[in-house]
């Protein structure tokens, strides 16, 4: 059944990809996206070396500039530069996607909660969220790394876990609105169950003309998390 008011109107996916299509600087980055993506993905074959291997060091190949054998160069250590950056954007693209998603999901479950019950529980969860936004990010990282230790996996948990407040006072704010409307009202009123009415307040939020919200704010926090 579908709440009343629901329309799936909005541009669909041919829409966008004309219009998306049409401006050259989002083809471009698209064309940059998808080029790193592809050279992360295939690292093992686009890497001319092993980004671990000091390749036939000798004292004057540390720090040595670029050249034919070595397009970027070597590091302090003999070790080719540009194999390094190839690999590392493995590494990058998937803390970014990775984090983001993470803190989306986190965002996403406690503006609905916040904005759905109110009262106490939407203001402890807010306060929460402000504790979290006034507490600089970055030294903060820095502090919980240094207790928790290094690693792939808890850098990703970590960054997920500060960066959900901002989608949780976005989602918060849309669930204040959708929940006051007439069709919620009136199914308040007929009797309709907690949990159907949930369903149709969270439902809204992914209609195709808020989706551009949600990946206005996903973008950037993936660019953060890289």
Known sequence: MEPPGYSSSG???????????RK?????????????????????W??????DDSVDVKFEDLLAPPDGEHLLGRDDVGKDVLSQ?????????LVGFVTSFMSMFIGTVVGLVAGYYGGRVDNLLMRIVDFLLVIPSLPLMLVIISVWGRGLDKTILIIALLYWTYMARLVRSQVLSIKERQFILRARAIGASPLRRRC?????????????????????RSSVGA
């Open 24 to 44: 050259p600087s989002a083809m471009l980055g698209l064309a940059i996206l998808l080029s790193v993506v592809f050279i992360a993905i295939f690292a093992p």
């Open 11 to 21: 541009m669909d996916f041919k829409q966008i990809w004309g219009t998306f299509r």
């Open 46 to 51: 686009v890497a001319p070396y092993n980004p």
């Open 85 to 93: 950056l190839i690999y590392g954007a493995r590494i990058s693209l």
């Open 200 to 220: 149709w307040i969270s439902r809204p939020l992914f209609w195709p003309n808020r989706r551009s919200v949600f990946w206005g704010w996903a973008t950037p």
